[in-house]
């Protein structure tokens, strides 16, 4: 297939506001694609480069866009920045400059899909002191042979920010009609492999082993995810009950088969290299080849220190053993997903655990099973008491649902007016901070991934924070128009409030009222981030409090 198929594709979808239409264009045109080219065509529409489960990153930010379309189309890098400045979309502009550009290339090639992916893959496992300029010539050879349009979805996928509307949704359903399987095994499929190109490719190919899926190790699956609510409402909806801590520390997923060990970052990052006295720990604590669920958090004098503390010690690249002897961690295990090879989060909790204490010696967090509300009320404070968070409450007979925010896990705090959200821009600031970012922009996500502006926010943010922040943005601006910032979206702030207000004034239809600045959240990816459906509930239980 050649990438201008492709981008022809996209610009139909781009066209199409609904989400059925949208599922019924891609069911029609999964069909007509190679066995070869499937997953690549699937990964990018969703404007992924890589499986969900894969480490590799591109590393290309729109610096590198900016140096790489200005040698292409015989401009200076201030022309292009000027450009994209102007619109704020950089995938248009590309396209734009292309169609004027003044160096002329006599000899193009076209650009197949796959020549697309293998450049992508080049440029994500360059390393070195060269890295840089060897990403730059990929770059510049993709621009140098891709028409206007191309350039158009080029741009978008290298800062994968594609902007036409395909979320997870949107592909699960069309896998679903375009092959003839239910939305059920295909739901489970993409559970289990975390990748939904592999989920297309198996429902073309060989529909009836999807089923049969299991979960790989060294692959790493989205993790389950709890939703806000109260202890006397699982009580009265469930009864009985499980009750463990929630901890302020970093989730994780430890993957151990046939000697080898790795740890995963609820971003599906490998930390293994950060944390190798957890990995030494987890793996002495099993015989058995396993994937488990837990959480890190620091220690010292025997109480649990706040998430930045082990923060510090993820960010850690160098002297790893010093860092060992001032941060004390210790692994907290909830949930097994693997044992000896078999898939088990098709199990009840209740089961899972069982198996669970059965083959880890140390290291299971403790856990309350009642159905009293007075006792689990109880339990909370204790947890309070002991420096934690708070508690989870979990449905004992639930499956375990990765990637799934739902009412099976619920997290018991003393504050619920707190909020993910991602950061797409900023102001300048005044006065003694006009050298960095005084105010970011956050925007939560509708059910297809699309990004809604939902609040700013300036408070809570120390001169020190401040700094850090400008040091983590200054290289992620996709474009700048007088005192405002557009940056690429992935950097997650937990942002406190008062009250979740209707508003017209954002896209979101909703504003935070008096919001404050709590911690970044570098463990968490933008598909965490709060949904137009949560925020609805969120507004609904806010109302009934009054």
């Known amino acids: 297939m050649l990438f201008l198929d492709f981008a022809n594709t996209c610009r139909e979808i781009e066209k199409i506001s609904s989400r059925l239409a949208m599922t019924d264009l891609l069911a029609e045109v999964f069909p007509q694609i190679s066995d070869e080219e499937l997953d690549i065509f699937v990964r990018f529409a969703r404007g992924k480069l890589f499986p969900d489960w894969s480490a590799e990153k591109l590393n290309f930010g729109p610096s590198l866009l900016y140096e790489a379309l200005a040698y292409v189309i015989g401009k200076k890098r201030e022309d292009v920045v000027r450009a994209i400045n102007s619109s704020g979309d950089a995938g248009e502009v590309v396209e734009e400059l292309l169609q004027k550009k003044q160096q002329t290339t006599f000899f193009t090639e076209d650009l197949e899909l796959t020549d697309v992916y293998e450049r992508f893959m080049q440029m994500a496992k360059s390393s070195g002191r060269k890295s840089q300029q060897e990403r730059l010539r990929s770059a510049q050879y993709l621009f140098s042979n891709a028409s206007p349009l191309e350039g158009r979805y080029l741009a978008r996928l290298m800062l994968e920010e594609m902007r036409i509307g395909v979320g997870e949704g949107v592909v699960k359903d069309a896998v679903a009609k375009a092959f003839g399987v239910p939305s059920e095994v295909v739901e ?9 190109g592999e989920v297309a490719l198996l429902a073309k190919t060989n529909p009836e082993k999807l089923a049969e899926v299991t979960i790989t190790p060294f692959k790493p699956v989205k993790m389950m995810l709890a939703q806000a609510g109260s202890i006397t409402g ?7 009950l499980a009750a463990e801590n929630k901890y302020d520390g970093s989730r994780f ?24 006295d957890v990995v030494e720990m987890l793996k002495n604590a099993t015989t058995h080849d396993v994937i488990i669920d837990g959480e890190v958090i620091a220690i ?16 850690r690249k160098h002297g790893i053993e010093e860092a060992k002897e001032e941060i004390e961690l210790r692994p907290c295990v909830f949930d097994i997903l693997v044992c000896d090879g078999e898939t088990l989060i098709d199990l009840p909790f209740t089961k899972r655990r069982e198996i669970l204490e059965s083959v880890m010696t140390e290291y299971v967090a403790p856990q309350l099973v009642s159905d009293s509300a007075e006792e689990i009320e109880k339990y909370y404070h204790e947890a309070l008491d002991a420096g934690n968070e708070g508690i989870m409450l979990k449905v004992i007979n639930a499956p375990y649902l990765p990637g799934n925010r739902g009412k099976l896990w619920i997290k018991i705090k003393p504050e619920v007016d707190t909020i993910d959200l991602v950061v797409t821009g900023a102001e300048w600031g005044e006065g003694k901070r006009a050298k960095v970012f005084g105010s970011f922009v956050l925007a939560c996500q509708d059910e297809s991934g699309e990004l809604l502006e939902i609040s700013r926010v300036a408070t809570g943010i120390d001169d020190a924070m401040l700094a850090h922040l400008y040091e983590l943005f200054k ?27 209707r508003s017209t004034n954002y896209e979101a239809g909703y504003a935070l009222r008096f919001p404050r600045f709590v911690r970044l959240r570098d463990d968490k990816d933008v598909s965490e981030i709060e949904t137009m459906e949560s925020l609805s509930r969120r507004y609904s239980m806010q109302n009934k409090e009054e």
């Open 188 to 196: 489970h499929a993409h559970q289990a492999l975390n990748d939904l």
């Open 234 to 240: 699982m009580v009265e909806t469930h009864g009985t």
């Open 475 to 501: 290289d992620k601006i996709i474009s700048e128009k007088g005192k405002s910032v557009t940056f690429e979206p992935d950097v997650i702030f937990e942002v406190g409030y008062a009250e979740l207000q």
């Open 253 to 276: 997923q430890f993957h151990k088969s046939g000697g080898r060990c790795a740890i995963y970052s609820r971003r599906l990052e490998e930390m293994t290299a950060s944390l190798p």
């Open 300 to 315: 010292l004098n025997g109480k649990p220190m706040p998430f930045q503390t082990v923060l510090r010690r993820i960010r």
